[in-house]
């Protein structure tokens, strides 16, 4: 994550440690049940990031289908190629989730986790995905609600300030709840909303809940209203809750199945 999804190379490894989370793996799983790509499709990856979900998606549509992953950053693309490398089926290029490098409805199936929300304007990349998808194709389009996140703290005023201060890490931190209407202007057909929840009650190095403290704290250490020292006494807090054994963490992203009507 990142609010303006450009990323360094250390900053692109902590996130690839985020996806390789069983919590991470789930939700590509239910990404892919809900898409359901068939052998043969033309499949995009909207913000692909390290590559994962387009070589998962590429097993699955086999080398008869196409998967073509784009991310703005060019640290990401590195990981991703390097992951896609023995997938023929799989390309990836650099590309800005508001002006796609891709023809005129010429995929079949689109997925964009995570990424309309750290865009400054959604309504021009959701109309981007409208423009690339055929008549009858299908998108998976989610994002979170960061006021979905429950997080218990012994210091539950400061677990506050830190949250506030960390809506500021996107540009879109509601977009989960308020993303229908967007996607229907657009021309799409919402055809279901499902929650992607993910809890955690450890705070072990193989949680999502672990990369996001480390995460949430480097972003607070920077950031005017929190500063380090508040930050690092977050985390402590965290880590004290969890040796007293009640680490708590629930985070829900909303995932929309969406379709472009054939024409008339």
């Given at each position: 994550m990142g609010g303006t999804l450009d990323y360094d190379e250390a900053e692109a490894r902590q996130e690839e440690a985020i996806y390789r989370t069983p919590a991470a793996a789930a939700r590509r799983e239910r990404v892919r049940g809900l898409l359901a790509p068939e052998p043969g499709d033309t499949v995009l990856?909207?913000?692909?990031?390290?590559?994962?979900?387009?070589?998962?998606?590429?097993w699955a549509v086999g080398n008869e289908g196409h998967v073509h992953g784009i991310d703005r950053s060019q640290a990401m693309l590195e990981l991703a190629r390097e992951r896609c490398a023995s997938l023929p089926q799989v390309t990836v290029s650099q590309g800005d989730a508001g002006d796609l490098p891709v023809a005129d409805e010429s995929v079949d199936a689109a997925v964009a986790v995570q990424v309309f929300e750290y865009l400054e304007t959604v309504s021009s990349a959701v109309a981007e995905l409208a423009r690339v998808l055929r008549p009858g194709g299908s998108a998976v389009v989610c994002d979170a609600d960061f006021a979905s996140l429950v997080w218990r703290s012994p210091n539950p005023e400061?677990?506050?300030?830190?949250?506030?201060?960390?809506?500021?890490?996107?540009?879109?931190?509601?977009?989960?709840?308020?993303?229908?209407?967007?996607?229907?202007?657009?021309?799409?057909?919402?055809?279901?909303?499902?929650?992607?929840?993910?809890?955690?009650?450890?705070?072990?190095?193989?949680?999502?809940?672990?990369?996001?403290?480390?995460?949430?704290?480097?972003?607070?250490?920077?950031?005017?209203?929190?500063?380090?020292?508040?930050?690092?006494?977050?985390?402590?807090?965290?880590?004290?809750?969890?040796?007293?054994?009640?680490?708590?963490?629930?985070?829900?992203?909303?995932?929309?199945?969406?379709?472009?009507?054939?024409?008339?």
């Open positions: 990856s909207i913000g692909c990031g390290p590559g994962f979900e387009p070589a998962e998606i590429g400061r677990m506050a300030r830190v949250l506030r201060a960390f809506d500021d890490h996107c540009p879109q931190p509601r977009l989960g709840s308020r993303l229908a209407p967007v996607l229907r202007e657009a021309g799409l057909t919402v055809d279901r909303v499902e929650p992607n929840t993910i809890v955690n009650t450890r705070l072990e190095e193989e949680t999502f809940a672990y990369h996001l403290m480390q995460f949430i704290e480097d972003y607070a250490a920077d950031h005017g209203a929190i500063g380090r020292m508040a930050a690092q006494a977050w985390a402590n807090d965290l880590r004290e809750q969890e040796v007293a054994g009640e680490t708590f963490f629930s985070f829900t992203q909303y995932c929309y199945f969406v379709r472009k009507p054939v024409s008339r």
